[in-house]
Structure formats: C-alpha cells, structure tokens
C-alpha cells in the first residue's frame, strides 16, 4: 500500500509540474532584438547558450554571436554564469573578444544579461575598441 501511495504521489507532481520544466531549448531575444537560445540537459541543468550582439566602438560597430559551452563556470537548475574570451577574424582585421554573461529561471523563463569587450586590431595595431556593457536576454520554452 506504501509503494502505491509513493507511485501516486510522485504521478501527481510530474503532472502538476509545469512544462517549462522539463524543456531542454528555450529561445528568445536580446533588448537589441537578436536572439538567444539556452539549452539544459536532461537533467535540468544549462549546458549551452548561445546570444547574438552588436557592440558600439569608437567607430562604428562590431556584430557577432557567442557560444558559450559545459563545463560553464556555474551552471544549476535555477542559475548560470560564464566567463571567457576568444579571438575572432574579421575581414583584415584580428579581434579579441572578452565575455561575461549570467542568467536566471525566473517564472518559467530565463533572464540574464551579457557583457562584451572587443579589441580590433590591423597588422598588430589596435584600430578600435568595442563595448556592450549590459545587454539584457530572454528566453522561453521552445
């Protein structure tokens, strides 16, 4: 009779939970209108992220996107955070770029924001120096 309660039990909680719960994509988009997709794993946890961005520089600006992947510096059910930087290779120019994004589950959505650096540089000299201090995201189950 106990296992049968235990069977009911668990039965109604996987019912009642709601379907945000077990999404594994979730998609949306950045105040500057690009997207966002997070990906959790099976068990709830984020595992990839990926948010699209346009820095403002000294002379113009510098569009791309940014993947970051596990193992992500913190990464939970309800929570993530992750740092890094990496180069990239615009047409005849070199670029470093530093990011710093984190985001929460916060009534069946993420929400998080996202910071950029990039140095621009030509035949080893910086040209330019861009930046998005605080972009803020959104993304729902998919």
Known sequence: MRVLLVLVATWAVVCV???????????????????????TGSDGVVARVRIGWRAHCGDGTYTSRTLFRAPLDE?????????????GHPPGYQSKIWVRIGGRLVDGSWRGTFRVRVRVTHEGERVDTCRLKKLRWRARPA
């Open 17 to 39: 939970a709601p379907s945000w719960a077990l999404a594994d994509t979730w998609k949306g988009t950045t105040r500057q209108g690009r997207g966002v997709v997070v990906h």
């Open 75 to 87: 990464a939970t059910t309800s929570s993530f955070a992750d740092a890094g930087r990496y180069r």
